[in-house]
């Protein structure tokens, strides 16, 4: 990956999320170290006036809340464990601005993101997801409001907030 559009969750939803990856790492499990989000939209590029766009689109909106019910596997990363959202109209609607203010602008659009294929989720390990599914299941659902926007760089670990 290279530049993602990624939501911060809520500081109570945060922790819980990092609770579950504390339970898993003392188990010996790989989880990833960055703050819990939910990836939007990925892309090798998101160029300075995509930004100044998808900043204007959400500004517009009312960001949902997150239900994170569900513990599973999102295709082409087999090897994780993630917490997956409920998909409703609202969180599509959001979606959908995301990638509208984002069409054409971008380089390299990442098609896992893309609407249509898209499945909403926190990571919870990279790592034996049959037995990090044993050790969390059943697991209390997350509720997660959205705290901020960001574009995060996976290559070098900076962000860049587009509000809070």
């Known amino acids: 990956m290279a530049q993602i559009v990624r939501f911060r969750l809520d500081m109570a939803a945060e922790e819980r999320v990092v609770e579950l990856r504390d339970r ?35 500004r517009g909106l009312s960001l949902p809340s997150l239900w994170l019910p569900t513990l599973g ?38 098609g896992s993101y893309l609407p249509g294929a898209w499945l909403p989720h926190v990571v919870l390990a990279h790592e034996r997801p049959v037995d990090a599914f044993a050790l969390l299941h059943p697991v209390r659902p997350v509720r997660a409001a959205i705290e901020g926007v ?8 900076s962000s860049e907030p587009l509000f809070a």
């Open 24 to 58: 898993l790492a003392a188990e010996g499990l790989r989880v990833p170290h960055e703050v819990p989000t939910v990836t939007f939209a990925a892309a090798a590029q998101i160029p300075a006036a995509a930004r100044v766009e998808l900043t204007e689109a959400l």
């Open 73 to 110: 596997s999102v295709s082409g990363h087999d090897d994780d464990l993630v917490l997956s959202a409920i998909v409703d109209t609202e969180l599509l609607a959001v979606h959908s601005a995301v990638h509208d203010a984002l069409a054409g602008k971008v380089r390299s659009p990442f």
């Open 150 to 157: 960001e574009i995060a760089d996976t290559r070098d670990g």
